[in-house]
T-cell receptor
Framework: GAGVSQSPRYKVAKRGQDVALRCDPI?????LFWYQQALGQGPEFLTY????????KSGLPSDRFFAERPEGSVSTLKIQRTQQEDSAVYLC??????????????FGPGTRLLVL | SQKIEQNSEALNIQEGKTATLTCNYT??????LQWYRQDPGRGPVFLLL?????KEKRKERLKVTFDTTLKQSLFHITASQPADSATYLC???????????FGGGTRVLVKP
């Protein structure tokens, strides 16, 4: 694809509801990242996949957060029993081995989650 | 704990002038430092990478310096244009790592 796409772009959830956020990385990109960005802050790392393997999930804030990438392409970030503090923009990024010289990550537009 | 600081106050600058942004870090030994641009409602866009053994890197009107002794990077936009108005984020990366650690970003507003 032309770039990283994410859906939905906006999600309003009632507290306690489960949500699923989808990321379509750039075709062929091996690495996929999820970040959380609070208003006025920089993105914070959540988790990292290399192909289908989740190699780092140290940034997931609680066991309510779960991410998967079963076939090594599309990824889903799931948040169970959402809380108001989960309100943020969730960014997905991908990178390839050929971007190794710059280590550039290519970001999607994000999903803005609002928990009421 | 690791800390990356960018000036949280917006930088207002006149068109044509040079904008200079700072990124300071503590308790971190990055192998790489990147700068990203972020526009409202969009994801960050990669601009430049500088390695720990490099002092300076240039790309068009952008210049980045990296001082591992001071634990600081400076990001310069020369001959600034209104289209340069955005938030600029610095991000640190370890040699064997993949995850980026971002600063809070500095908003730049270039006035015509």
């Amino acid at each position: 694809g032309a770039g990283v796409s994410q859906s939905p772009r906006y999600k309003v959830a009632k507290r306690g509801q489960d949500v699923a956020l989808r990321c379509d990385p750039i075709s062929g990109h091996v690495s996929l990242f999820w970040y959380q960005q609070a208003l006025g802050q920089g993105p914070e790392f959540l988790t990292y996949f290399q192909n289908e393997a989740q190699l780092d999930k140290s940034g997931l804030p609680s066991d309510r957060f779960f991410a998967e990438r079963p076939e090594g392409s599309v990824s889903t970030l799931k948040i169970q029993r959402t809380q108001q503090e989960d309100s943020a923009v969730y960014l997905c990024a991908s990178s390839s081995r050929t971007s190794g010289a710059t280590r550039a990550q290519y970001f999607g537009p994000g999903t803005r989650l609002l928990v009421l | 704990s690791q800390k990356i600081e960018q000036n949280s106050e917006a930088l207002n600058i006149q068109e044509g002038k040079t904008a200079t942004l700072t990124c300071n870090y503590t308790n971190y030994s990055p192998a790489y430092l990147q700068w990203y641009r972020q526009d409202p409602g969009r994801g960050p866009v990669f601009l430049l990478l500088i390695r720990e053994n490099e002092k300076e890197k240039r790309k068009e009107r952008l210049k980045v310096t990296f001082d591992t002794t001071l634990k600081q990077s400076l990001f310069h936009i020369t001959a600034s244009q209104p289209a340069d108005s955005a938030t600029y984020l610095c991000a640190l990366l370890k040699a064997a790592g993949n995850k980026l650690t971002f600063g809070g970003g500095t908003r730049v507003l270039v006035k015509p």
